[in-house]
Antibody
Framework: QVQLQESGPGLVKPSETLSLTCTVSGGSISSYYWSWIRQPAGKGLEWIGRIYTSGSTNYNPSLKSRVTMSVDTSKNQFSLKLSSVTAADTAVYYC????????????WGQGTLVTVSS | EIVLTQSPGTLSLSPGERATLSCRAS???????LAWYQQKPGQAPRLLIY???SRATGIPDRFSGSGSGTDFTLTISRLEPEDFAVYYCQQYGSSSFTFGPGTKVDIK
């Protein structure tokens, strides 16, 4: 059974860079797209971007200028960096696996709350 | 970017009743890439329907999806207590994903 676990600081200061890592267990990270999705408290889901295990990326156009994703196949991990954060970036951040044929998110992490505050 | 709109925002129903949730897209969406998710408080979303009408693994047959083009529907034939949750539609196109704002199904 594939499991995903987000990790990283729960508190980030305004204007700084948010950094999160997702560790995949129970299966290989290879040959899949892996996404980051966020959800502000009481609000809907926003796709941030995805990365393939080759390192190829696609980002949400509204966040593209601030997002960088990377992958470390040797550690079965992928990461998110979001720069110049503001309070509007406060949210639960999920990592998720993209199922190849249906292009849906079939496995999700439990989510991690990141608060942007001084 | 394709914008998804869901209606109603909240649906108040009793267990055993039928729920009909709507998802409308600002432009045509490939049916192959329209999905529905269920989310309960404090949990990650769970995939229910993919390809507009195919149930994901382990999803009960009281959940069904239909539609094409810009109009899609999720139907729960008879609500069970565990079905009261928020439901999101999601589409994929042009290497990007968007979600609808969600429909909350709560107990009347």
């Amino acid at each position: 059974q594939v499991q995903l676990q987000e990790s990283g600081p729960g508190l980030v200061k305004p204007s700084e860079t948010l950094s999160l890592t997702c560790t995949v267990s129970g299966g290989s990270i290879s040959s899949y797209y892996w996404s980051w999705i966020r959800q502000p408290a009481g609000k809907g889901l926003e796709w941030i971007g995805r990365i393939y295990t080759s390192g190829s990326t696609n980002y949400n156009p509204s966040l593209k200028s601030r997002v960088t994703m990377s992958v470390d196949t040797s550690k079965n991990q992928f990461s998110l960096k979001l720069s110049s954060v503001t309070a509007a970036d406060t949210a639960v951040y999920y990592c998720a696996r993209e199922e190849s044929s249906s292009i849906t998110f079939d496995y999700w992490g439990q989510g991690t709350l990141v608060t942007v505050s001084s | 970017e394709i914008v998804l709109t869901q209606s109603p925002g909240t649906l108040s129903l009793s267990p055993g009743e039928r729920a009909t949730l709507s998802c409308r897209a600002s432009q045509s969406v490939s049916s192959s890439y329209l999905a529905w998710y269920q989310q309960k408080p404090g949990q990650a979303p769970r995939l229910l329907i993919y390809g507009a009408s195919s149930r994901a693994t382990g999803i009960p047959d009281r959940f069904s999806g239909s539609g094409s083009g810009t109009d899609f529907t999720l139907t729960i034939s008879r609500l069970e207590p565990e079905d009261f949750a928020v439901y999101y539609c999601q589409q994929y196109g042009s290497s990007s994903f968007t979600f609808g704002p969600g429909t909350k199904v709560d107990i009347k």
